[in-house]
């Protein structure tokens, strides 16, 4: 099986993906490692636990990073609530984190499994930036990272930047800049997979406690789109990175050079991305630019539906 990190701040769409990638045979889930984002670093952590008790699942998690590396914290309770997985009941977690910081993990993990190991980071990319500048041996280790965050065109949290970017543009540049394969999922992507009633209610369907689970968070995260953005449901963003290593075929991408603005203003945090190949510069990440939603969605009721 292919050896994942899972790196988030659940967050909604953090949970579905964890819930995805632990269910699957194909992947071997080495960690979950959390970080602030959503909500502060002591919620999501605990919101990992929770995810992992509901999954009745024995991987470690390991608390990571709770500020960014030079801006000043962002945090989206408007999206996710007071806890960062509003809606369900939240079962109360019976363990609790390893002692081991994240950020070691992470660069212990890469160095034991060498080429092995890909990161799928779902939040703002303080663990994995950290990790690169502390143990910058570990870049040629890494077999790829597979990110959720950035946009080919606008941001969801300011006109210009995607919320992950935003939250921690330095990290994000560390990671552009850094050499490792990379996957971008962007807004330009999850914006093509909104899960409407029609796709909650399959979840519902299956008549299991997890995928009850899964519809409650997906209505409550409903909420915010429906409000912001006039749409019928919430865009999945997150669960893209588990589900494009699990079904490639599901989704197109394209080479582009990706510039991160660091620069303090309006823009900052943009995934500033060469469509057109103008700028000349070699390609450092694999853009996601299409989505067959209903083939992602009916993989994640499928691997739901495995609980
Ligand atoms: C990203 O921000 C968070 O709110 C979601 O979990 C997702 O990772 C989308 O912009
Ligand atoms: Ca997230």
């Given at each position: 099986p292919l050896q994942v990190i899972l790196d988030g701040d659940p967050g909604h769409d953090d949970a579905v993906n964890i819930l995805l990638a632990l269910a699957s045979p194909e992947l071997r889930v080495l960690g979950v490692t959390t970080v602030f984002g959503n909500v502060g670093l002591d919620r999501t952590?605990?919101?990992?636990?929770?995810?992992r008790e509901l999954a009745r699942s024995n991987v470690p998690v390991y608390r990571g990073v709770g500020r960014p590396l030079v801006v000043p914290p962002i945090s989206a309770e408007l999206v996710h609530g007071e806890s960062g997985l509003d809606g369900p009941h939240l079962p109360t977690p019976s363990r609790g984190t390893e002692d081991e910081h994240a950020v070691h993990f992470l660069i212990r993990a890469v160095r034991e499994h060498p080429g092995e190991v890909t990161l799928v980071p779902t939040g703002p990319l303080t663990n994995v930036a950290l990790a690169l500048r502390l143990a910058p041996d570990i870049a040629p280790l890494i077999r790829r990272i597979v990110w959720m965050g950035g946009s080919t065109d606008t941001g969801n949290?300011?006109?210009?930047?995607?919320f992950n970017a935003l939250a921690d543009p330095h990290a994000a540049h560390i990671v552009f800049t850094s050499g490792v394969p990379l996957t971008m999922i962007g807004l330009n992507a999850s914006h093509q997979a909104i899960a409407h009633p029609a796709r909650v209610a399959a979840f519902r369907g299956l008549g299991?406690?997890?995928?009850e689970f899964v519809a409650v968070l997906l209505e409550f995260f409903a909420e915010h789109h429906r409000e912001r953005y006039g749409w019928e449901g919430g865009a999945l963003h997150d669960p893209l990175t588990v589900a494009w290593l699990l079904r490639p075929e599901l989704f197109g991408t394209r080479p582009m050079h990706v510039e991160v603005d660091l620069t303090e203003g309006p823009s900052q945090g943009r995934t500033v991305a060469d469509v057109w190949g103008v700028t000349g510069k070699a390609p450092n990440a694999e853009v996601m630019t299409e989505v067959d939603a209903d083939g992602f969605f009916a993989l994640l009721v499928e691997q739901v539906g495995k609980y």
């Open positions: 952590t605990r919101n990992a636990l929770v995810v949290w300011t006109p210009a930047a995607e299991t406690e997890v995928g």
